[in-house]
């Protein structure tokens, strides 16, 4: 599984210098085909949502960051396409850079809405107030601190936990969360614990406990118990595939041979999800991001249809 330090490093830049998106063009015929092909499941898992008033369904937008610099919009539209409800944002808003609003309103106009931003803590210590404007006019209630040094450090652990009440506690009355997002550093054992754990417990229920499902697995950790601890916390999730090295299985969900009904149904349950954020990292088979992503997407609904 890839460690993204790169990302990481790229949202602690100065919010002004967002990429610029470099705009070409997409590849129409496989945007069609991939719409049709996943018609009907699109369908059923919606229906099924619906009835059950089951989480929303986003893609966190590093899944297909390369097409998003050749073709922002394109590349929204072909999300849009595949049936997911929002995006979660990853530091790159292509030509809307200094136009939150205006963005807000193109997903709007394609059927897609903000589930939620990683921002690292750096940056939204740093530039506190221009963060709290800028999602506010996107929509996004949710911040995410997607990495975090401390997290998994023994001197700085505590630090980091008093960090998340306090951003926790600033950002309430704007109407937003702060929340933080796992790898598999955090399942490392502190005193008698887990830092993920001493990271959760130690902080209000109004911080978000962004499980990365693939990330949990990766650490031989059980996803499920973790939402059971933390009932009502969990809601936003990242759902990723993870196999062994050496598998025949294929990071893809619903062929990684990971029990993703299970998970979703505890995390719908006890963890009170109300998103689901879709990240595809690997792309077997020599697939491209948008086709990987199309396939998990296409595994996931037939997961919450079982």
Known sequence: MILRKKYISSIMMPFVLCATAMMAGCNNDNTMNTKTENTGQQMESKQLNATLNAPQISVQLWSVKDALKQDFKGTLEQVADLGFDGVEFAGDFGPYDNDPAALKNYLSSIGLAPSGAHVSAELLNN??????????????????????????????????????????????????????????????????????????????????????????????????????????????????????????LRPIIGEDGISWSAIYKATVVSGGAKWIVIEQEEYPDNLSPMEALSKSKSGFDKVISE
């Open 127 to 248: 530039n506190f107030d221009e963060i709290v404007q800028f999602y506010t006019a996107l929509g996004v209630t949710d911040l995410i601190i997607p990495w975090d040094d401390r997290a998994f450090n023994d001197d700085d652990v505590t630090e980091f936990v008093s960090e998340l009440s306090r951003l926790s506690e600033k950002l309430a009355p704007k109407g937003m969360r702060v929340g933080f997002h796992n790898h598999a550093e955090e399942w490392a054992s502190y005193e008698d614990t887990t830092f993920f754990d001493f990271i959760a417990n130690n902080t209000p229920k109004s911080v978000i406990l962004q499980q990365d499902v693939g990330w949990t697995i990766h650490a031989d950790k059980d996803p499920i118990a973790f939402v059971k601890r933390y009932p009502g916390r969990t809601i936003t999730t990242h759902f990723k595939s993870d196999v062994e090295e050496g598998s025949n």
